[in-house]
Every structure is written in structure tokens, then in C-alpha cells.
């Protein structure tokens, strides 16, 4: 599996402005998707157990690829609402 830092996922899609939200995106399936995410410009919360890997992958994150990956661990359903606007 490829770092965040050598990861350029092929854009079919323009995200921007747009906000998702990947459970388990600290890692594997989840990260990969969380990362095709943000190449496309989307804004994407990534939740997982481990607050250091989601931190990690944050800071990891190339902004120049586009979009942001945002470490989120407390994911509560009526608690996004209040805390980010989803369009």
C-alpha cells in the first residue's frame, strides 16, 4: 500500500466544497477511499479508534494533491449536525 505522501489517486470527479466522511479512513480500504476523496477536492472527517493514526494521516496529508483530510473521532449522529454543516 502506497504512504499518503506517494498516494495520487486518478480524479474522475470534482468534490470541492464538498464534505464526506470515511469511517476506519486511518488505515487500508478506508484511507484509501478517504485520500480519493480529498484528491478530488472534498473536505473529508476521518474517524477511526486510534486518535495517533488519524493525526498522522492528517499531518501526512500533501494539500497540494487538494482537498483535506481532518482527523474526527467523536462521531455521534445528532452531534455532526451542530459541528459541521453538510451541504
Do not use: C, F
Not at 477536492?41 to 479508534?49: D, F, L, P
Amino acid at each position: 500500500m502506497d504512504s499518503p505522501q506517494t498516494y495520487r489517486p486518478a480524479v474522475a470527479s470534482d468534490l470541492s466544497g464538498r464534505i464526506a466522511i470515511v469511517t476506519g479512513g486511518g488505515t487500508g480500504i478506508g484511507l484509501m477511499n478517504a485520500q480519493g476523496l480529498a484528491a478530488a477536492g472534498a473536505k473529508v472527517y476521518i474517524t477511526g479508534r486510534r486518535l495517533d493514526v488519524l493525526k498522522k494521516v492528517s499531518e501526512s496529508w500533501d494539500k497540494q494533491i487538494g482537498g483535506e483530510i481532518l482527523p474526527y473521532v467523536y462521531l455521534h449522529a445528532a452531534s455532526i449536525a451542530d459541528q459541521i454543516s453538510i451541504g
